[in-house]
C-alpha cells in the first residue's frame, strides 16, 4: 500500500479503514528547555540519554527526537558537533536500528550558526522549524541538588525563523543527506514548505510533523488538525505531536487517521493527571497498547526507513 495520501480526503480515508499502515512512534525524549526539576525522569547527560532511549526503543520506538545538552551546563543545550557525536554512538551502541533524528531548533540562547552543529554528526533525520517561535513560560526553580542550579525563570522570546533562514537551514541538511521533519506550528508553514519544495529544497516522502498545543501553535482540537493536514502537498508522510495534555487526545486521532504519532517527555513530563511518568518508555508503551487497540502495527525501525525514504542501514558511528 502507498504510505501517503490525503490524509483529510473523505474517501481516501474510508479505502484504508481497517487497513491503515503500522505506526511509526518517535520518541522526543528529552527537549532543550527543562530538565530533571520538572521530572526526575528527563535526560540530561549522554549516559542517560542513551539509556532512557533504550527504554523507548524496546517499548517500540522506532526514531528518537532527542536534544544534547552541554556536558559542563546540563541546562545548556549543546553547541558543539563533538557533544552531539558523542550522544548519537552511544545512541546507535544502545538502539543498533533506531532512526536518529537530531534538533535544529535546540535551546534558548543559541546562535543559527551553533543549530546547525549536530548536522556533522550525521543524525538521519533532522527538525526543522518552518516559522518564527515565539513563546512565554515559567520554568521551575531548579534546586541545588542538581548541576546548575537557578531560581524560576520566565522565559519571554521569539526565535525569528525566516524564509531565508529555512531555506539555508534545508539546503545544509540536502548537503549532509539528512531528511528535514518539517515541524509546521500552524497553517502558515503550508507557505513555507512550498517554498522549499519550488527550490528543490526538500524531497518526497515529505515528513511532516504537526505540532499541536504549543505556544502560537495552532489549538489542538480535532478540527485544527484536520484543518492543517488539509493543506499538505501530496507525498506527505504525516505525524503530530501533542503538548503537555494534549498528547494522549493527539496521539489517538492521527492513529485513527492513519497518521504516525511523536511521543516522550520533551512534550509532555506528566503520565496522567497528577501522576509524573516515570520515563519515555512508559509513554511510548502506551502509544503502542493504543495502536493496537486500534488495529494498527507498530513500525518496526525497518519499516519505518522504508516509508520514509531512509538508508536501510542504519546510521554508523
Not at 287 to 305: F, K, M
Request: glycine residues 8%.
Amino acid at each position: 500500500m502507498n504510505h501517503t495520501w490525503r490524509y483529510a480526503d473523505t474517501f481516501e480515508y474510508l479505502e484504508r479503514v481497517g487497513k491503515m499502515p503500522p505506526v511509526i512512534i518517535c520518541c522526543a525524549c528529552n527537549g532543550g528547555v527543562q530538565g530533571k526539576e520538572s521530572n526526575a525522569a528527563l535526560p540530561e547527560t549522554a549516559e542517560e540519554i542513551a539509556e532512557s532511549v533504550g527504554g523507548a526503543y524496546d517499548a517500540g520506538a522506532s526514531m528518537v527526537h532527542v536534544h544534547a545538552r552541554d556536558p559542563k551546563h546540563l541546562t545548556r543545550p549543546a553547541t558543539s558537533t563533538e557533544v552531539w557525536l558523542d550522544v548519537n554512538t552511544r545512541i546507535r551502541q544502545r538502539c543498533p536500528e533506531i532512526i536518529i533524528n537530531n534538533t535544529t531548533g535546540g535551546g534558548p540562547g543559541m546562535t543559527m550558526e551553533e543549530r546547525l552543529r549536530c548536522l556533522p554528526a550525521r543524525p538521519e533525520v533532522a527538525s526543522l522549524n518552518l516559522t518564527p517561535d515565539m513563546s512565554k513560560f515559567r520554568l521551575k526553580a531548579r534546586p541545588d541538588t542538581l548541576p546548575d542550579p537557578h531560581p524560576e525563570v520566565v522565559y519571554d522570546d521569539c526565535i525569528p525563523f525566516s524564509y531565508k533562514l529555512v531555506s539555508q537551514f534545508a539546503a545544509a541538511m540536502k548537503a549532509q543527506g539528512v531528511k528535514p521533519e518539517l515541524e509546521t506550528y500552524h497553517s502558515g508553514g503550508s507557505w513555507v514548505m512550498r517554498d522549499l519544495i519550488a527550490q528543490g529544497l526538500i524531497e518526497k516522502p515529505y515528513w511532516i510533523q504537526t505540532v499541536m498545543g504549543y505556544q502560537t501553535s495552532s489549538w489542538a482540537t480535532p478540527e485544527n488538525v484536520i484543518n492543517l493536514i488539509r493543506e499538505f502537498p501530496d507525498g506527505t508522510v504525516w505525524l503530530t505531536s501533542g503538548i503537555g495534555p494534549n498528547q494522549l487526545p493527539m496521539t489517538t486521532m492521527a492513529l485513527i487517521l492513519g497518521g504516525h504519532v511523536r511521543v516522550g517527555l520533551e512534550d509532555n513530563v506528566y503520565y496522567r493527571r497528577g501522576e509524573l511518568a516515570t520515563g519515555n518508555a512508559q509513554l511510548v508503551a502506551r502509544a503502542v497498547r493504543l495502536a493496537h487497540e486500534l488495529g494498527r502495527d507498530v513500525a518496526t525501525p525497518a519499516q519505518a526507513r522504508a516509508m520514509l525514504g531512509l538508508s536501510a542501514t542504519p546510521s554508523a558511528y
